[in-house]
């Protein structure tokens, strides 16, 4: 994984490592996120910086560069947050029924880790109209991270904690039930649609206060938008043309 870091707001970010998309075997990785410790000039994730205008952040190995902040800036701040120095279990399955398997696995990854289950359009698993794919966090509290990275997979978050990146062009359906907790990362022009049942809880996170997110019930519903993280009750749209 590159050194290079990208200071993000409050936190210090390094690169992702690369999606593996689909194949006929189960792609497995297992690596921690990158980040510096609290206290620490250029990191923690309540490390005071130089203050930037809201939306922007410093990239490069001297922090000497400024760019909009995107939803992978978004990502690994709060990744760090909820996971720590917890090990990610990366895995891409193979077929549609691994999928299934593995998103419903309150069990979790072995070993304390951080399972991450990558979905695209040639593993996720059809459903029928109005039947959704159920996704459960472990039972000991550790999250499970779903990238959506194509296709239209409709998943439901049932019980324990999911962090969600729905970035599939071809739209992003997500429901949270009333013992489900979702934080759904994206860019602001991912079309995200999320039935949130009373008791349940989303937090939607993404670079710009104009959106496509649109949410619906009676449970929590939460935005957090740029390097601003304060969570904000929703309260009504606003739209954004792409």
Known sequence: MSEESYPCG??????L?????????QRVMTYKPAHES????????????????????LVGHNGD?????????????????????????DITPATKAETKKLLKDAKGAP??????IRINATNYPETKTGEKLEVRGAKD???????????MPRLKV???TAVIRPRSGWGNSVDVGAEGEAVMIAPSSSKVTTECEEGGKVTFVCPNSKNRFRPFGKGEILLSSGTDTDRIPYVAPVYESF
């Open 10 to 15: 409050a936190q210090t970010l390094r690169p």
């Open 17 to 25: 490592p690369p999606h593996y998309r689909g194949g006929r075997t």
């Open 38 to 57: 609290a206290g620490q000039p250029n990191g923690g994730q309540f490390a005071k910086r130089t203050a930037l205008e809201p939306g922007i952040v």
């Open 65 to 89: 560069r400024a760019v909009y902040v995107n939803d992978s800036h978004l990502y690994q701040r709060e990744l760090e947050a909820l996971i720590g120095d917890a090990e990610i279990e």
């Open 111 to 116: 070993d304390g880790k951080v399972r991450l």
């Open 141 to 151: 509290g550790r999250p499970v991270i779903v990238d959506i990275l194509s296709g």
């Open 158 to 160: 049932t019980s324990g």
